[in-house]
C-alpha cells in the first residue's frame, strides 16, 4: 500500500470512528457518563478531556501488550480481557496520584473524572475495536483520538441542549432522566444521516 | 426456601437491575433489536454473574477491604473470557454481531455492583440465588425491549414470521434511534408510576 493510500485511510478511520459510528450514539458505549454527567457544561467538558487522554495513552499501551506479549506467546484468546483491564486500571491509578502531586490544578479539572474512568466502557471498547480490526499502531491512535473526540462532540451537544432545557417546559411524563433520553434518540436519528458516507 | 425465592424475586421486580436501579443500559440498548442477540446477551451476562458472584462470595473473607475492587475484576474478567470462548464456539453467528457488548460485560456495572453490594456480604448460597435473580430481571427486561423492536421493526420474531407479509415494518424500530426512544420511554413510565406511588403514602 502507497504512501498517499495509508493516509486517506486513516482519514476513513478518523471519520467512521468519530461521526459516522459515533461511539454514544450510533454504538451505546458510554451511557452513564454520558447520561450522568451532562447536567451541567463544566462537568461534561472535564469528563471529555480525561476520556480523549486516557483513551489514547491506553490505546497505546494495549497495542503494545497486545502486539508485543499475548500474539507472539499465543495466549492473546485467554488473557486479553484480564490484561487489558488490569492495565488501564493501574494506569489510570497511576495517572491520578500523579496527577495529584505534580499539577494540582490539572487535577482539580480533570482527576475527579479518573476514577470514574477505570470501569468506563469506552476505553476498553476501543482497545477490543483495535485488536478487533487488526490496527496497526498508527491506525490505533488515529481511532482512539475519533472515538473520543466523537464522545466529547455528543457530550457537549447533550449539556448544551439539557441546559436550554431547563427553562422550558417539559412534559410532566419525561421529567427528568427520560428526556435526556428522548433527545439522545433524536440525535441519533440526525447522526444517521451520516451512514454510508464512506464506501 | 422461602427466604431464597424472595431474594429471586427482588432481582426481577422491586429491585430490578435496569428497570430499578437504572444501570448496565449500554449493553441493553445496543442488543436489543433482535430477540436472538438479546437471548445470547442474557446468557452470557448468567454465565458470567452467577459464578462470579459464587466465587467472590466463598473468598470475601479472604480478601483485604482496600484492594477488594481489584480483585473483583479479575474474577469478573476469568468468567467473561469464558463466556466469550462458550458464545463464540457454540453461537457464532449471532456472537459475530454483538461480540464487542459480549467482550464488555466485564465493565458492566450491574456485575461489579453486585459483586459489591451482595456477594461480598452475603454467604454462598444467598449470592448464588442473588445471582440468578438478576439475571432474569436483567433479561426479562432485555427480551421484553427486543420483542417489541424486533415486532415493529421487521415482522419477525427471533427470525420466525410473526406479523402477515402485508405489515409494513417500521424499519427504525431496529435503528439505534430507536432504542434510545424506547428507555426515555421506559424510564419515563417508570418515574411516573414512582410519583404516583409516593403521592399515595
Same mark, same amino acid.
Given at each position: ?13 478518523f471519520?467512521?470512528s468519530s ?29 471529555s478531556f480525561a476520556v480523549i487522554f486516557v483513551t489514547v495513552s491506553s490505546s497505546i499501551l494495549t497495542w503494545v ?23 488501564i486500571?493501574?494506569f489510570v491509578?497511576?495517572v ?14 480533570m ?6 474512568i477505570?470501569?468506563?466502557?469506552i476505553i476498553?471498547?476501543v482497545t477490543?475495536i483495535n485488536?478487533?480490526?487488526?490496527y496497526?499502531f498508527i491506525q490505533s491512535i488515529v481511532e482512539a483520538i475519533g472515538i473520543s473526540l466523537g464522545y466529547t ?47 | ?26 449493553? %441493553?440498548?445496543? !442488543?436489543?433489536? +433482535? ?5 445470547? &446477551? =442474557?446468557?452470557?451476562? #448468567?454465565? *458470567? /454473574? ?70 461480598? %456480604?452475603?454467604? !454462598?448460597?444467598? +449470592? ?5 435473580? &438478576? =439475571?432474569?430481571?436483567? #433479561?426479562? *427486561? /432485555? ?59
Open positions: 500500500m502507497s504512501f498517499s493510500h495509508y493516509l486517506v485511510d486513516l482519514a476513513k478511520i471519520v467512521s461521526i459516522i459510528n459515533n461511539i454514544i450514539l450510533i454504538q451505546f458505549l458510554g451511557l452513564c457518563s454520558y447520561i450522568g454527567l451532562t447536567d451541567n457544561m463544566s462537568s461534561s467538558i472535564g469528563m501488550i497486545d502486539h508485543w506479549i499475548l500474539i507472539p506467546s499465543h495466549l492473546q484468546p485467554v488473557l486479553q480481557i484480564t490484561s487489558f483491564i488490569l492495565v486500571g493501574s491509578g497511576l491520578q496520584i500523579y496527577l495529584k502531586k505534580a499539577s494540582p490544578n490539572l487535577y482539580k479539572a482527576g475527579i473524572y479518573l476514577p470514574l477505570a470501569t468506563n466502557c476498553l471498547g477490543f485488536s478487533m480490526n487488526n496497526d462532540l455528543a457530550m457537549i451537544m447533550l449539556a448544551g441542549i439539557r441546559e436550554r432545557l431547563r427553562n422550558s417546559d417539559v412534559p410532566q411524563f419525561f421529567k427528568g432522566k427520560a428526556i435526556a433520553f428522548m433527545v439522545s434518540g433524536i440525535l441519533a436519528l440526525a447522526f444517521l444521516g451520516f451512514q454510508g458516507m464512506i464506501k | 426456601m422461602k427466604k431464597y425465592l424472595k431474594i429471586i424475586w427482588d432481582g426481577i421486580s422491586p429491585a430490578n437491575p435496569v428497570l430499578i436501579i437504572a444501570i448496565g443500559l449500554c449493553s %441493553v440498548i445496543a !442488543v436489543s433489536n +433482535s430477540v436472538k442477540s438479546a437471548l445470547l &446477551m =442474557t446468557f452470557s451476562f #448468567g454465565l *458470567v /454473574l452467577i459464578p462470579s458472584e459464587i466465587i467472590i462470595s466463598t473468598i470475601r473473607k479472604l480478601i483485604p477491604d482496600e484492594i477488594r475492587v481489584p480483585m473483583f475484576v479479575v474474577v469478573i474478567a476469568a468468567f467473561t473470557t469464558m463466556s466469550v470462548l462458550l458464545s463464540r464456539a457454540y453461537f457464532t453467528t449471532i456472537y459475530d454481531v454483538i461480540k464487542l457488548y459480549i467482550l464488555l460485560i466485564v465493565v458492566n456495572c450491574i456485575i461489579i455492583g453486585r459483586a459489591e453490594a451482595f456477594a461480598y %456480604v452475603h454467604p !454462598v448460597v444467598e +449470592s448464588l440465588f442473588d445471582g440468578i435473580g &438478576m =439475571t432474569i430481571g436483567y #433479561g426479562w *427486561v /432485555l427480551t421484553a425491549i427486543a420483542v417489541v423492536r424486533e415486532l415493529l421493526g421487521k415482522g419477525t420474531l427471533a427470525g420466525i414470521q410473526v406479523l402477515p407479509q402485508s405489515f409494513q415494518p417500521a424499519l427504525i424500530m431496529i435503528l439505534p434511534p430507536a432504542g434510545f426512544l424506547m428507555i426515555g420511554i421506559l424510564v419515563g413510565a417508570l418515574e411516573t408510576y414512582l410519583r404516583k406511588k409516593g403521592d399515595k403514602k
